[in-house]
């Protein structure tokens, strides 16, 4: 079955500077990638997602690149602040059915 | 937008006992439902997809006759937890996604569990 795997865990960075993390998958039939920002006890929100017949997404300060051939996909935020810090997870799916979720990466933005 | 709805959002049982929690699904049918849960600091982990009319899929490592999944009708899933033991305690949470494959997938609020 599909393997989700994501790095870093833990992320600090200054307000104002970027922030990258990483997710690679397993299963080449995957064709769906979301990106969740979860509060504590609160359903996971989503913030942007990829599908495969497309390479870059971009909104404001969120874009997310896929690379199928490596089997790897990224987040990038932009110029961040501190209410970005949260707890961000990938995912992967075949056609928006079941999520396989990353491990998660703790986001921290200091003023 | 479409909406998932999930109850309770706390409960708090004794140890032996059974707990049932409910997903809807309020404005859409959805024919699949998925359960996933999440212990404190760690990933959503998906436990079993919920087939309407038909029986769950479980995922490897999940005991489905500890985790009944009833999908009885297009807008409800329920997931009771049987013999509730404290390890049971975590944070379960439900998705729909409205007219199948291809499109968005909704979660519930999620349900925090507490076995005492």
């Known amino acids: 079955g599909e393997n989700v795997e994501q790095h870093p865990s833990t992320l600090s960075v200054q307000e104002g500077d970027s922030a990258v993390i990483k997710c690679t998958y397993s299963d080449s039939a995957s064709n769906y990638f979301p990106w969740y920002k979860q509060e504590l006890g609160k359903r996971p929100q989503l913030i942007i997602d990829i599908r495969s017949n497309v390479g870059e997404k971009k909104d404001q300060r969120i874009a997310v690149t896929l690379n199928k051939t490596a089997k790897h996909f990224s987040l990038h935020i932009t110029e961040t602040q501190p209410e970005d810090s949260a707890v961000y997870f990938c995912a992967a799916s075949k056609n928006t059915d079941k999520l396989i979720f990353g491990t998660g990466t703790r986001l921290q933005v200091f003023p | 937008g479409a909406v998932v709805s999930q109850h309770p959002s706390r409960v708090i049982c004794k140890s032996g006992t059974s707990v049932k929690i409910e997903c809807r699904s309020l404005d859409f049918q959805a024919t699949t439902m998925f359960w996933y849960r999440q212990f404190p600091k760690k990933s959503l982990m998906l436990m079993a997809t919920s087939n309407e009319g038909s029986k769950a899929t479980y995922e490897q490592g999940v005991e489905k006759d500890k985790f009944l999944i009833n999908h009885a009708s297009l807008t409800l899933s329920t997931l009771t937890v049987t013999s509730a033991h404290p390890e049971d305690s975590s944070f379960y949470i439900c998705?729909?996604?409205?007219?199948?494959?291809?499109?968005?997938?909704?979660f519930g609020e999620g349900s925090w569990l507490t076995v005492v």
């Open positions: 998705s729909a996604n409205p007219r199948g494959p291809g499109n968005t997938i909704y």
